[in-house]
Structures are given as C-alpha cells and as structure tokens.
C-alpha cells in the first residue's frame, strides 16, 4: 500500500511517498481502509522535529493523526465494531500512520462517526475535538458559570470548543475574523471580538480561563485579562514541569521540560495564574461524548473543498502552511468517496 513517510526532520517539509505492507491487526485491533485523513498542525510539528521532545519517532516514519475510514477486518476479542462500520479516530501519539490507505489501531480508540456528518466532514473531527474536551476537562477544570475566553478562536478550533464550553455553562468570548461574527454568535458566543475592530486585552478582564491558540508573542496580553487564580491553557507554547509529570516522564525529562517552561510558569504565576501544556492524545470514550455533542448540535465543520491524493502530498502541505485555507485540509484514499 502507498503511504507518506518522512525520512528525516526537516524544515522544508520534505516527505516520500512509499510503498510498504497493510499491517496486520492484534487481536484488539481494527483495520482501517482509510476513506480521508487531516492535514493538522501537528504534521509541521512532526517534520520539522518540533516536537521531538516530547515524541521522538523512529524513521522512516508514516505521518498523519485523524482519519475517517471503513473497518475491513477486527481483531479476534473486539466486541465494539464490525467489519463495514464507518468510523473516525485520532491516532495515538506513538502509533500515528494516518496518511496511508490502511491503518491498524485499537478498537477502543475508534468510534462510528456522527449521523449528521458525511465521511469528509467528519475527518476534521476527532483532533481538534479531542484537543478542546481534554483543554476544558482536564487542563482547565472549568467549572459552570465561569469566563472562557479563546484567542484567535474563529477557526476549526473554536468551532468545536465553543459548543463543548456552553454545554459546560460556561460564558464564552473569542476573538476572531470579521465574516466568522454572525457564525459563532449564533452558535452561542457570550461576546466576540473583532480584531479588526478592538484588541481584547483593552475590552476584557477578570477572565477565569484561557486557551491560548496564538503562541509566546501573545501569552503577557492573554495573562493581563485574567483573574488571580484563574489557569490558561496553551496548545503552541512551551510544555512544562506540570506536563512533563502528568505524561509520567523520566526524571530527565521532566528536568528538561522544566527548563523550557519555566518563563511561562515564571510570568503566569506573576499574575496568580496556572500555566498548562496540552499535546492531545488519543481517547475513544471521549470521542463518543464528542460525537453525541456534534449529534446535538448539528456541528458541521469545515472543511476545504480543495481535496488531494497522496501524490499530491508535497502540494498539500504547502497549501495547508503556507497559504489561505478554507477549513481542514484532506488527503483522499478511498476512491469510493467522491470529491
């Protein structure tokens, strides 16, 4: 089967397309005839070597987090799935290989995918759904009646957290785009922020928590609007000791992550605030809660209605990074599924 593999870290993002063998499936595993997979932030991260601290892969390595796809053949003890269900997952940190047309994972990683979505839609899911419920249930810990603000949160990101924090009775305010107001108003936004027209550190304070979507050059601006108390989550900044130690790192490592967070930790806790890292993993019980939300809500993510193949890999990743998108980017595999 063909599947995208990097070969060495680079900055270029520079991968080959190989031939290799469908794997074969343990006994509490599902093979997956992959139908699409994401193109996600993670992938930059993963070539580049950005990441490498926390995830050192073994090259070659097949790229690619989140797929959609059909369950060809189950493991001997799987109960949960049969051969024919649609299905979608994030892979797991140590075992990701979505960019290729089979995929062996463990069934209970792997949910059917919602009812209201097609199998397109429903690749931009398990990512950065699974990112925003592990943010606000276990790096946050919000509680009801609290203030939630997101930086930059009118893209993919925001439209999955935003109806996961208002089912949690939080007050939500992102800041975003002009033409993605009247969107995340109706999805029900308690206030946006046009950044065109207003900066949020000069309109909001007294904010109980916050994800940072935007990196170091915004952490002192997001830390000025919040309470003393209140904890900010990132998904770009540094990690740090209290992520190194949740992951069960070696002493070393934790040492090391310590070192690298510190001035986060440093400047957060300034202000009174918890400083948090999140890298999401993958959770199948979780994504279960995630689809039954997207159910609900009737949540449609977008995706770019650019679709490439896995020739066109090199392409796709320089469409996704480097140029104006229009939703999650999809690589097809199974030409059963139409563009």
């Known amino acids: 089967m063909k599947a995208v593999q990097l070969q060495k870290y680079n900055k270029d993002l520079k991968v080959t397309v190989n031939e290799i063998s469908v794997p074969t499936i343990q006994a509490d595993e599902v093979l997956i005839k992959v139908a699409y997979a994401a193109i996600t932030p993670l992938e930059k991260l993963t070539i580049t070597g950005a990441v490498k601290l926390i995830q050192d892969y073994p090259k070659p390595v097949t790229l690619g987090n989140e797929l959609s ?3 060809v053949e189950v493991g001997q003890s799987v109960q949960s799935l049969a051969v024919g269900n649609v299905v979608y997952t994030r892979l797991p940190i140590t075992r990701i290989g979505a960019f290729a047309e089979y995929v062996a994972v463990k069934a209970d990683l792997v949910t059917t995918i919602p009812k209201n979505l097609d199998v397109k839609s429903a690749t931009a899911v398990p990512l950065t759904g699974l990112t925003a419920y592990q943010a606000l249930t276990e790096e946050l810990e919000v509680e009801a009646g609290k203030t939630l603000f997101i930086s930059s949160g009118s893209g993919s990101f925001g439209q999955m957290a935003v109806p996961l924090a208002k089912s949690m009775g939080l007050k939500v305010i992102i800041s975003g785009n002009t033409r993605a107001k009247e969107a995340f108003l109706e999805k029900g936004v308690d206030q946006y922020i046009d950044y065109t027209e207003e900066n949020y550190w000069e309109v909001l304070s007294d904010v109980d928590y916050v994800i940072d979507t935007l990196g170091p050059k915004e952490f002192e601006k997001e830390l000025s609007i919040m309470k003393s108390g209140g904890k900010i989550v990132s998904l770009i900044n540094a990690p740090n000791k209290a992520f190194a130690e949740k992951q069960g790192f070696s002493k070393f490592k934790t040492l ?65 990074f480097n140029q104006r998108t229009n939703g999650k980017v999809l690589i097809q595999f199974d030409t059963e599924y139409a563009h």
């Open 256 to 320: 090391l992550f310590t070192l690298v967070g510190q001035k986060f930790d440093r400047k957060a806790k300034a202000q009174g605030v918890a400083y948090r890292f999140i890298f999401v993993r993958a959770d199948g019980e979780q994504l279960k809660v995630i689809t039954d939300m997207i159910e609900r809500e009737n949540i449609v993510p977008a995706v770019d209605p650019r679709i490439f193949n896995i020739d066109e890999i090199e392409t796709a990743l320089d469409y996704t």
């Open 69 to 71: 796809g059909t369950v």
